[in-house]
């Protein structure tokens, strides 16, 4: 009885962290909406939602900590919720990057946009969205593989930045009146990038779980 208990318990636990990944997921999208489209609401509601990722953060990591207490689980449950504890860690982080960017879509309100490098982060903004769903379906799957496939494609992120910083620096040192607006468009690719860098966090702890192997998938400068 105790042991079905505690496979329910884990069972609960992976898809509470699935949902918080889904939840995560949905207000990068939306805060990139509300920059993209200068939609104040829509970035409103992606800064009031953020507590309740906050609010999955705190429950995952204190069941955890209770069922390792509790339970003393064997090495491979132990290996799942060690990964869901840390891996709840990143999808908290990327949701306050979502935060951020909506507080810079607050900012540019009704500022004339930079249409060629808007498109852009639009462009690195739907790479940056697919590598975390897939990111999330590695870790519901169990796919070690495609988890450092998917860590690979974080370079193509790193690319992008880089390509919308020169973007960035030229449209600024050419029209000092779009310094302001231009150093917010540099800080929403700066957070795109680094949620891809906490995607690839999520994929080493992917390759942990199925392997028990602590790997570095990619250069990552953490905050």
Known sequence: MLRAQFEKDLRQLHDEFHEMGETVSLSVYK????????????????????????????????????????????????????????????????????????????RVNNTKPIVEIQEKISDMANDVLKLLDDALHAYTEGDADEAVKIADRDERVNNYFKEIYGMCIKVMKEDSNLVEVGTDYLRVARFLERIGDYVTNICEWIVYLKTGKNVELHSSNDE
């Open 31 to 106: 805060a990139v909406r509300a920059f993209i489209k200068q939609d104040n609401e829509i970035a409103e509601s992606v800064i009031q939602g953020d507590s309740k990722i906050n609010d999955f953060e705190a429950d995952l990591e204190k069941r955890g900590l209770e069922m390792i207490a509790l339970q003393q689980p064997v090495t491979s449950d132990l290996r799942l919720i060690i990964t869901v504890m840390k891996a709840v860690n990143d999808l908290e982080r990327i949701g306050d990057h979502a935060v951020s960017i909506s507080k810079a879509a607050i």
